[in-house]
């Protein structure tokens, strides 16, 4: 599921070399997924919150939360950091307007998910740091 035509174009050329038959791309805001309630075992998002603003960080996983089956789980891959501690892309990434920022900083920034998947009430909420060139984290909750 992507919010751009081109990307899920993209993403179906990728998959037809390399010979995938059984996939449903959508084309989908996250905010509003097209699905019902308790639908999927695992919801995986990859570098995908890091270019959210982040007010709209408790709709996206609420959406999440709300298509997992009671005992479903929810996997997220973001650029990330180590600490809380702002850098000064990050405090810059705050003052300009998203377009300006998306364009300027290709929109990414770390984020640190734990709190926020833990305020929309998932549960076992487990963070893990992954360092290295591009610092990431991995967080794995249950709903």
């Known amino acids: ?26 084309e989908a805001d996250y905010s509003k ?26 709709t996206i996983l609420r959406e999440f939360k709300r298509v997992l089956k009671p005992t479903g ?5 973001n650029t990330s950091k180590k600490f809380e501690s702002s850098s000064f892309l990050e405090k810059l990434y705050l003052y300009l307007p998203s377009q300006l920022a998306l364009y300027f900083l290709g929109g990414c920034r770390p984020v640190l998910m ?22 990431s984290e991995l967080i794995i909750a249950n709903k």
């Open 1 to 26: 599921m992507d919010l751009s035509s081109k990307m899920l174009s993209l993403t179906e050329n990728k998959l037809k070399k390399k010979i995938f038959t059984k996939y449903d791309l959508k």
């Open 33 to 58: 997924l097209p699905f019902p309630d308790d639908k999927f075992d695992v919801v995986y998002s990859a570098y995908m919150l890091d270019i959210i603003p982040k007010n709209e960080m408790g």
């Open 73 to 77: 789980r929810v996997v997220l891959l």
């Open 114 to 135: 734990k709190e926020d998947v833990i305020k929309v009430e998932f549960k076992n909420v487990k963070r893990y740091y992954l360092g290295g060139k591009y610092p």
